[in-house]
């Protein structure tokens, strides 16, 4: 079912001192992003938009157990959280989260919250946050759900071009605050494919680009429509929300993640998807832009090495890994990890214990 954007499109995205300044294309070293050679609708942009910056990694000194809060603390001004096995794990809020919010707030610390589950739009979040006990704000969170949305904006995707989604509701509702128009979602997880003598499958050829997220409705008709409007629609973009292996749908074990669908869509393509989830740089220059932050002042805590921690560093940022989620002690140590985070501690409350333990 196609559906439009209304005429009112998001307030962030309209923003008149974010839209002055135009964001730098997505730079990510773990996955080379390609584009097909000519964007008809982008022409005078698209030559510097290709042009991806890889960044060398140099060998980093291993990671330091995290013994002195305030002296992370007092070095930075903004506190950039990742959410699953951070903040919580399924719907379950992690002990001493509200605490340790708490208290970086009562010292001035701005606080964001930045997560590759595309499944919810911020406004959805925002729900989410308050049903935990959670005081934050829709401008604090950023989902890579928003930033697919946002990342089509900035390079003036076209009023008659569609966005064919591989994803859930999240996806939806931040491409309609976009005023992007769209079709897919979790209503084509109920479409079958008849195979049969001489079937050719249709596809709507003004698909201009497709977003691929985490879609617990995913199917072979999704697969199908997705790579022909890659294949062969002239220009159709490849955009993936994440590449997250796995994710916490529940507390109880680690679930299947985005980057299954999004390796499925490549498969049958043969292509790389443009990734506008960490850690892409996108959404770390986003953020810089609309709050005006320097990006040394700046600390990144989430739980994984090569999405949370990575994007940290993609941006200059210090970081802090927190061993309450995907990585363990003996997978930061592990000879072959070549991430390595400034700081390593148990869990975000870390910060009250270990204050109170230095007192």
Known sequence: MLCKGPAVASPFLNSPKLLSKKIPFISNP???????????????????SRRMATRIVTPRASAEK?????????????????????????????????????MLRSKGKRLVFVTNNSTKSRKQYGKKFETLGLNVSEEEIFASSFAAAAYLKSIDFPKDKKVYVVGEDGILKELELAGIQYLGGPGDGEKKIELKPGYMMKHDENV???????????????IQYATLCIRENPGCLFIAT???????????????GGGSMVGAIGGSTQREPLVVGKPSTFMMDYLANKFSISKSQICMVGDRLDTDILFGQN?????????????????????NNSIQPDFYTNKISDFLSLKAATV
């Open 30 to 48: 773990a996955f080379y992003n390609s584009l097909r050679p000519v964007i008809e609708w982008n022409s005078v942009r698209s030559s510097t």
């Open 66 to 102: 995290l013994k002195d809060p305030d002296q992370l603390i007092d070095s930075v001004e903004t506190f950039i959280f990742d959410c699953d096995g951070v903040i919580w794990k399924g719907d379950k809020l992690i002990d001493g989260v509200p605490e340790t919010l708490d």
């Open 208 to 222: 201009g680009a497709v977003v691929v997220g985490f879609d617990r409705y995913f199917n072979y008709y999704k």
């Open 242 to 256: 994440n590449r997250d292996a796995v994710t916490h749908l529940t507390d109880a074990q680690e679930w299947a």
């Open 315 to 335: 941006g200059g940022c210090k970081t802090l890994l927190v061993l309450s989620g995907v990585t363990s002690l003996s997978m930061l140590q592990n000879p």
